[in-house]
């Protein structure tokens, strides 16, 4: 079955550089989620997209920009990077149409690593 | 401000013993997601729980919800050595249907 397809699994970047996740969510699933995971943290949420407008949004810094396009694919978007912003970023998505089912269950893909320089 | 607690943070047990983990959140919910996490790996789905008094199993592990008392345990029966892992529990508000919030996380370790 197809999965949450993160790019680039890992990346290096130095200070004040800007870096650009990519996500593809599950088929057919129309909810889309940003997650960062520090070493030894729980997942942060950063922000949610609903049928690509923006549902919910977390601990997003202002430094971070999120959309989702036509084709339901997301990307983050992070400028001026710190230190601080090395960490491990999920997306995960889900189909709001099984809530009342299965509730829809969040699937997450593998995760981006990012390593600030 | 949606928060979810833990408990306990780590747990080490003995292979065949059970153990139960709590998550308790402080507003009300609507969905209560129990993930599994290996480290360095992704965010596995255990369980969703949506309404009160929910039970579900699967294998070792058992979920349940008391929406009331605003408190999911997850039990663990005659623990394996490949349950070690980190297990989260995730809660969302029904004012923010997408925002799922983590707990701390429980560090689970089984000894032979």
């Given at each position: 079955?197809?999965?949450?397809?993160?790019?680039?699994?890992?990346?290096?970047?130095?200070?004040?550089?800007?870096?650009?996740?990519?996500?593809?969510?599950?088929?057919?699933?129309?909810?889309?989620?940003?997650?960062?995971?520090?070493?030894?943290?729980?997942?942060?949420?950063?922000?949610?997209?609903?049928?690509?407008?923006?549902?919910?949004?977390?601990?997003?810094?202002?430094?971070?920009?999120?959309?989702?396009?036509?084709?339901?694919?997301?990307?983050?978007?992070?400028?001026?990077?710190?230190?601080?912003?090395?960490?491990?970023?999920?997306?995960?998505?889900?189909?709001?149409?099984?809530?009342?089912?299965?509730?829809?269950?969040?699937?997450?893909?593998?995760?981006?690593?990012?390593?600030?320089? | 401000?949606?928060?979810?607690?833990?408990?306990?943070?780590f747990?080490?047990?003995?292979?065949?013993?059970?153990?139960?983990?709590?998550?308790?959140?402080?507003?009300?919910?609507?969905?209560?997601?129990?993930?599994?996490?290996?480290?360095?790996?992704?965010?596995?789905?255990?369980?969703?729980?949506?309404?009160?008094?929910?039970?579900?199993?699967?294998?070792?592990?058992?979920?349940?919800?008391?929406?009331?008392?605003?408190?999911?345990?997850?039990?663990?029966?005659?623990?394996?050595?490949?349950?070690?892992?980190t297990?989260?529990?995730?809660?969302?508000?029904?004012?923010?249907?997408?925002?799922?919030?983590?707990?701390?996380?429980?560090s689970l370790?089984?000894?032979?």
């Amino acid at each position: 079955a197809a999965g949450v397809i993160q790019s680039p699994r890992h990346l290096i970047k130095e200070k004040r550089e800007t870096a650009t996740l990519k996500c593809y969510p599950i088929p057919r699933h129309d909810t889309v989620y940003w997650y960062q995971q520090g070493p030894g943290q729980d997942p942060q949420f950063l922000i949610s997209f609903y049928e690509k407008m923006q549902s919910d949004k977390g601990s997003i810094p202002d430094r971070f920009s999120a959309q989702q396009f036509s084709d339901y694919h997301s990307e983050l978007n992070m400028s001026s990077l710190e230190l601080g912003d090395s960490a491990l970023y999920f997306c995960a998505s889900s189909l709001a149409a099984d809530s009342h089912t299965s509730g829809n269950t969040i699937y997450f893909g593998e995760g981006s690593w990012l390593t600030v320089v | 401000e949606l928060k979810v607690e833990q408990n306990p943070l780590f747990l080490s047990m003995q292979e065949g013993k059970n153990y139960t983990i709590y998550c308790n959140y402080s507003t009300t919910s609507d969905r209560l997601y129990w993930y599994r996490q290996d480290p360095g790996k992704s965010l596995e789905s255990l369980f969703v729980l949506l309404s009160n008094g929910a039970v579900k199993q699967e294998g070792r592990l058992m979920a349940s919800l008391d929406t009331k008392a605003r408190l999911s345990t997850l039990h663990i029966t005659a623990a394996v050595h490949d349950l070690s892992a980190t297990y989260f529990c995730a809660v969302n508000t029904v004012t923010s249907y997408d925002k799922v919030i983590f707990g701390p996380g429980t560090s689970l370790s089984v000894i032979p």
